[in-house]
T-cell receptor
Framework: GDSVTQMEGPVTLSEEAFLTINCTYTATGYPSLFWYVQYPGEGLQLLLKATKADDKGSNKGFEATYRKETTSFHLEKGSVQVSDSAVYFCALSDGLTGGGNKLTFGTGTQLKVEL | GAGVSQSPSNKVTEKGKDVELRCDPISGHTALYWYRQSLGQGLEFLIYFQGNSAPDKSGLPSDRFSAERTGGSVSTLTIQRTQQEDSAVYLC????????????FGPGTRLTVL
């Protein structure tokens, strides 16, 4: 079945540091890929997405490129801020294995950004 | 416009009791999804609705779990004879169509079974 693997956290960075959170996936078809973010005390929010190979999703300075050859969708940001502290979830949907476009999530990576 | 809302935000119950969790999707969204977020299992899919029908219930963990959706809008997730392992945050999401891949999540209901 479908699965998503992302790096364990927590990840602790200083403000303005470069961020990479690795994500790889296994899927039956050609999935859409997502990064969701969960800020403390809040619900899941879509951060960015990509629907086909080589697409780059971007939002709020975050980027991720859909790499079919390496089945990866790594999240990057050039300069993190304290306000980026949150839990980040990589996810996919393939719409082929039942469940409509159900999302399969990774385990989440907690990011802490310090001054 | 209003986002996805869920109620209650917190629910504490005793083992063996039944609970009902409610989800109000974004107006006009035809697809509705339930997920569960727990420490041991992460975020897992439970069930989805297309209109009022549930084509895939395979994610429901046992027959104590059921869900319905009425009027193509509000959905209720019912857990009968709750067990301690049911303690989790239950998340609801909606999307405009089943074929639309962007889902919008509610704030969740935190269920604690004592």
């Amino acid at each position: 079945g479908d699965s998503v693997t992302q790096m364990e956290g927590p990840v602790t960075l200083s403000e303005e540091a470069f961020l990479t959170i690795n994500c790889t996936y296994t899927a039956t078809g050609y999935p859409s890929l997502f990064w969701y973010v969960q800020y403390p005390g809040e619900g899941l929010q879509l951060l960015l997405k990509a629907t086909k190979a080589d697409d780059k999703g971007s939002n709020k300075g975050f980027e991720a490129t859909y790499r079919k050859e390496t089945t990866s969708f790594h999240l990057e940001k050039g300069s993190v801020q304290v306000s980026d502290s949150a839990v980040y979830f990589c996810a996919l949907s393939d719409g082929l294995t039942g469940g409509g476009n159900k999302l399969t999530f990774g385990t989440g990576t907690q990011l802490k950004v310090e001054l | 416009g209003a986002g996805v809302s869920q109620s209650p935000s917190n629910k504490v119950t005793e083992k063996g009791k039944d609970v009902e969790l409610r989800c109000d999707p974004i107006s006009g969204h035809t697809a509705l999804y339930w997920y569960r977020q727990s420490l041991g299992q992460g975020l897992e899919f439970l069930i989805y609705f297309q209109g009022n029908s549930a084509p895939d219930k395979s994610g429901l963990p046992s027959d104590r779990f059921s869900a319905e959706r009425t009027g193509g809008s509000v959905s209720t997730l019912t857990i009968q004879r709750t067990q301690q392992e049911d303690s989790a945050v239950y998340l609801c999401a909606s999307s405009l169509l089943v074929s639309t891949d962007t889902q919008y999540f509610g704030p969740g209901t935190r269920l604690t079974v004592l």
